[in-house]
C-alpha cells in the first residue's frame, strides 16, 4: 500500500488508514518490508525523502542512532588488533557545519512527523551528539533526559594520550514544550530493583546471538532499545527509526508488540534486518546443528588413536538426495506450499502453476537432504 499525507484530515487518521490522494505531496515508495500482521513496515531509501512522506502527527516514539561523522582515518582497537575506523561511507565526515545541517535536517523532519505528546531519542558519540542536542535546541524539542549508557568492556584506548571512551550519550526529548511525553515511570522503578531508575545505564555490547546473521559496525543491544522502548511507548504504538541499520529497533518493536517503522538506505544492512525479523517472526532456526543423531549403528571405540579409521570400515552409499523449497506464508506464518526442486526458479514454477499467488508469500526456505546408507 502507499500512502501520502495530502490533507488535515488525512493527518490525524492512523497510518494504516491513510487514503492516497492527488497532490503535491511526495508519495511513499513501496516498503521492502511489510508485515501487516505484525505492523512492521521497511523502506529502502534515504531517510529525507522518506520522512517527508510520511504523514505529519502520525508516529509515537523515534529512536534514531544518527551517522557518527567518525570514520575519517582514525585507528581503534578490534578483537586486540589496531585497526582503522571505518564503518562506511556513511559514516564519513562532511565538516562541522555539513554534519549540523544534516542533523538539522533530519531532526526537522522528525519533529514534523511525531505527535503532539511523542518522543525521540538519539543516541551517539562526541562526534555527533552535540550538534544533535543544539540541533534540537534549535527547532524547539523538549529535553528530557541525557542517558549515558555504559559499556562495562570497551575496547582500550591505544594511544594512551585519552581515557578509554566507555560511554555513549542518548538524549530523550519531546516534541516541543507543551509535549507531555510518555513515561512509565513504575515500570521503569521495578527493573531498577524497586528505586528511581538513574540516568546512568550500564548495557553490554550486543551479544554473539544477536550478531548470528551477519554483523552491522554500529549494532546496538536489543537490551538498550528494549529498555527505550519500554521506558516511553505503550503496546500498540508506531515506533519508527530513520537509520535502522541492522534492524535492532524494528525486532525489538516486534517483541514489545510495538508497531515499527524503519528507513534504512544500505542494502546489505537491509538484508541483515529482514534476516533477523523473518528469524524473529517464525522462530525457527534450520541449522545443521539441530539435526544431531543419536543413533548408535556401531560400537565405534573412542579411542580413535587405534589405526582403523571410520572410512575405513564404513563404506556409506548415498541413496537419497532431495532439494525442497518450503513457501512461508505472510498472513498464516506457516509453510503453506511446498515442492521438490533443483532450483528456486523451478521451485517458484512449481508454486506459480498452484492455488496460491505471490502476495501470500513472506519467504521461502531452501533445504538439502543426503541419506547415505551405511
Ligand atoms: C549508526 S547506524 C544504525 C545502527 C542501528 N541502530 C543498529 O542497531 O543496527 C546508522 C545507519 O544509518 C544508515 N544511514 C545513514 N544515513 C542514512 C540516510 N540518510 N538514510 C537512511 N539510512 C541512513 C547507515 O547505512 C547505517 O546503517
Redesign the pocket.
Known amino acids: 500500500m502507499t500512502l501520502r499525507a495530502t490533507s488535515q484530515e488525512n493527518e490525524s487518521a492512523p497510518l494504516s488508514r491513510r487514503s492516497v490522494s492527488e497532490g503535491g505531496s511526495p508519495h511513499l515508495p513501496e516498503p521492502a518490508f511489510h508485515d501487516p500482521r505484525h505492523h512492521i513496515k521497511i523502506f529502502h ?4 525523502q ?1 520522512l517527508a512522506a510520511i504523514p505529519a502527527s502520525s508516529i509515537d516514539l523515534i ?1 534514531a ?4 561523522f567518525l570514520s575519517n582515518g582514525g585507528i581503534t582497537c578490534h578483537a586486540g588488533r589496531m585497526v582503522s575506523v571505518n ?2 561511507e ?2 564519513r565526515s562532511r565538516g562541522p557545519s555539513a554534519n549540523h545541517e544534516f542533523n538539522t535536517a ?1 531532526l526537522a523532519a522528525c519533529q514534523r512527523v511525531l505527535k503532539p505528546d511523542a518522543s525521540i531519542w538519539v ?1 551517539g558519540t562526541s562526534h555527533v551528539i552535540h550538534s544533535v542536542g543544539f540541533a534540537m535546541q534549535q527547532l524547539g524539542f523538549k529535553l528530557l533526559n541525557d542517558i549515558s549508557w555504559v559499556k562495562p568492556n570497551p575496547p582500550p584506548n591505544l594511544s594512551c594520550r585519552y581515557f578509554t571512551h566507555a560511554t555513549e550519550t542518548i538524549i530523550w526529548a519531546a516534541r516541543d514544550k507543551k509535549s507531555r511525553h510518555k513515561f512509565n515511570y513504575k515500570l521503569m522503578r521495578q527493573i531498577a530493583g524497586g528505586k528511581q531508575m538513574k540516568s546512568v545505564w550500564t548495557i553490554p555490547p550486543p551479544e554473539p546471538w544477536e550478531k548470528k546473521f551477519g554483523k ?5 543491544p536489543l537490551a538498550l ?1 528494549e529498555r527505550i522502548l519500554l521506558a516511553s511507548s505503550s503496546e500498540g504504538d508506531l515506533v519508527l ?9 524494528a525486532l525489538a518493536a516486534l517483541r514489545l508488540s510495538r508497531h515499527a517503522l524503519g ?4 542494502s546489505a ?1 537491509l538484508d541483515l534486518t529482514l534476516h533477523r525479523i523473518c528469524s524473529d517472526l517464525v522462530q525457527v532456526e534450520i541449522s545443521l546443528s539441530c539435526a544431531q543423531f543419536s543413533l548408535d549403528l556401531f560400537s565405534y571405540p573412542m579411542d580413535r588413536s587405534n589405526s582403523m579409521t571410520m572410512s575405513d570400515t564404513l563404506s556409506a552409499k548415498l541413496v537419497r538426495r532431495e532439494r525442497n523449497y518450503y513457501f512461508v506464508g505472510s498472513l498464516r506464518r506457516e509453510i503453506i506450499y511446498s515442492a521438490p526442486a533443483d532450483s528456486l526458479e523451478e521451485a517458484w514454477r512449481k508454486f506459480s502453476a498452484s492455488s496460491h499467488s505471490a502476495t501470500e508469500i513472506l519467504f521461502i526456505i531452501k533445504t538439502e537432504t543426503q541419506i547415505y546408507l551405511a
Open positions: 531509501g534515504d531517510c529525507l522518506i529512536f542512532d544518527p551517522p557518527y564503518k562506511g556513511w559514516d533530519w543516541s552491522h559496525p554500529a549494532q546496538k532499545i527509526d530513520p537509520f535502522l541499520g541492522s534492524g535492532t529497533t528507513i534504512e538506505f544500505e544492512s
